[in-house]
């Protein structure tokens, strides 16, 4: 049916009817004081976000540009930095450091597995010299459905001095508790089609004082991602290349949703989505991808075995047009991924769970006794 | 009054109502079949727009994003450019190819005249060793509302052979004749707040064979603006980054009335346009920035000698809540820009003229006959 598509991917996320009214209102100028006074105001709607008073920088871009320019304004050519792997985002910090000529140490995990923060650790411990300049770290892995515990690996790189902790938080911010300055993470990158409800164009990067200090010293090229530019503009409420005027007015429009609903609400939805996306899948007889108690709680990823997981998501979209996430390069075929990120509600984790469990009965592939997935979901959506 | 508000700057410009419905649609996957279909779709249209058989690329960011995009990927460190600089976009390209450590001869002219290309073509002339990698020329200089002749450039850069022609066509794609193909232009850099009738955040890069075989050879470090990742995936449709895909929604819905009004009736409006904004402007005595047959047919730069620019410009938009254009840096105060580019029609031309007018008798400022300004741009824009 014509308009009737349900995101239940990672990304873009479903975006609520007040957010996409914003979107489509006529452009204003972008050096005009009415726009001046949205880049203020949602500047310090993105502080509260980020639970922060660094500076937090809106690119027009995606979150990868975040990233990207998150790394390369801090850093310099040859620089040792600790890069952690568990999955495709991590596997694409380690390319954009090496990009740039960095010198990357990679600590990884197999897919589903988090990093070890131990290995963080032992790596920042044995660098007496002080060469480290950063760790990079991924902390919702989107491919996999793992949350990396971020907050252990940045008290090590705080305990170690010199390094900054880079941290792509494109699917975690806005979907579980990542306090900026009290965890003294130093770079955060996001995009604005995860937990900010809204389409995909902008991306926001958060800097604290001591990467702005890095900054200084950082020689690798860039111009459009110099985010020095950026906080110069920003400084006047206002943006060095013209921005994406209307997912601005988006991003104000979905920052008044998020902070009327407060951060604890928002936090404890998403825990109880990733706990009814994993009841659910369990009872049916579906494995959970990620190690038993590092879901994320922006992504459930399932391994059906025995079951083709893409044939299965095609079939819940053609279905019930709710639209899965499938699994990425080795994992195409053998997992699914289940979104719960951003505008999702009880219902629609609910009906994601009873979708699955009817597509498996009419493929004759249930396990179990029919309906004990969304029995099971539903006890952990339960008050 | 509140939604009144019409845009008459080099971008912003206005967006159809019909392009803001599109935007403001509920987003759907970037790796679903529905959204490869617009990537087609979209990318056979703007190859028409570019008069091209080219690649056209399309990233999310701004025109910034798209020229620096187009000048990384076909250099390498060291590289010598000609880079062409008659007003402040001028002045950024320069800027761009220093940071990334490329060795930049500029070719001068004053703000307000049109770059020489017989001075292109003598320096390329002089490079017998053939060390001259790149042209760089910006083809409507938004800033002093002059166009500089890129088809002149571009055929000296031709006959050098070994110098690609990269060309900002920011402000004049959709509003005036760039035959890439024709023209023999190698790298054409855009963005879509301009005569694409769209909000901004999307930028298109278009690259001819010649740039792609140059960009083997760059060693300048990118990896978000990396175009070779952007060729991959769109030999399948597709994006390598997350795209702005609601801009997308709205780039079809814009490129669909642009087909439908024509290439020949675009250009024949938008120079119309440019007739009757200069005649308003000398009929009441105000004078033109650019030279005189070089003004763009994007924008109209204004010197109103003896009269503060900047208040009139805010006292425009106090009455009549026609948003005009400042002057940049030294030009602030002294210059104000009308921009008639995208989705402007002759009521609107003949409305800021009259505006103007009617300001400049409220202020006491009018010169000549009052009516004047109007009957001139009225005579222009008659069929």
Not at 34 to 54: A, D, G, P, Y
Not at 243 to 249: A, C, M, R, V
């Amino acid at each position: 049916m014509q308009d009737k598509l349900t995101l239940m991917i990672p990304g873009p996320t479903p975006v609520p009817e007040t957010v996409l009214q914003a979107l489509g209102r006529h452009p204003i100028g972008h050096r005009s004081a009415e726009f001046q006074k949205i880049v203020k105001r949602t500047t310090e709607q993105l502080q509260w976000l980020h639970q922060t008073s660094n500076d937090v920088l809106v690119i027009t871009g995606s979150g990868t540009a975040a990233m990207e320019a998150g790394i390369i304004n801090v850093l310099s050519k040859g620089d040792k930095v600790l890069c952690g792997d568990n999955g495709k985002f991590g596997e694409r910090w380690v390319k954009v450091a090496k990009a740039y000529g960095l010198e990357v140490q990679v600590i990884k995990a197999e897919w589903g597995q988090p990093l070890d923060p131990e290995a963080f650790r032992a790596a920042l411990e044995a660098d007496t010299a002080k060469e480290i300049r950063a760790v990079i770290v991924t902390h919702s892995e989107t491919s996999t459905g793992v949350i990396n515990d971020l907050q252990t690996i940045a008290s090590y790189g705080q305990a170690h001095g010199t390094a900054l902790t880079i941290a792509d938080c494109v699917t975690s911010l806005g979907a579980t508790d990542v306090p900026m300055d009290r965890w003294g993470v130093d770079v955060i990158g996001s995009g604005s089609q995860k937990g900010y409800m809204m389409p995909p164009g902008l991306a926001f990067v958060a800097m604290s004082e001591k990467a702005w200090e890095a900054s200084k010293r950082s020689d690798l090229p860039k111009f459009y991602l110099d985010l020095s530019k950026y906080r110069k503009s920003a400084a006047d409420n206002s943006n060095p290349f013209t921005p994406g005027i209307n997912l601005y007015f988006a991003l104000e429009a979905a920052l008044d949703m998020m902070q009327k609903e407060g951060l604890e609400a928002i936090f404890a939805r998403h825990a109880r989505h990733r706990a009814a996306a994993q009841a659910g899948m369990e009872a049916m007889g579906l494995p959970l991808y990620a190690a038993k108690g590092h879901g994320s709680p922006a992504i459930t990823a399932v391994a059906p075995e025995g079951i083709d997981a893409e044939a299965l998501r095609k079939k819940v979209k053609e279905r019930f047009d709710i639209l899965l996430a499938g699994g990425q390069d080795h994992l195409k075929g053998k997992v699914f991924r289940i979104g719960h990120l951003g505008f999702v509600c009880d219902r629609d984790v609910l009906t994601a769970v009873a979708a699955i469990e009817a597509t498996l009965q009419e493929l004759g592939l249930g396990k179990g006794t029919t309906g004990a997935g969304v029995a099971a979901a539903a006890a952990a959506l339960a008050p």
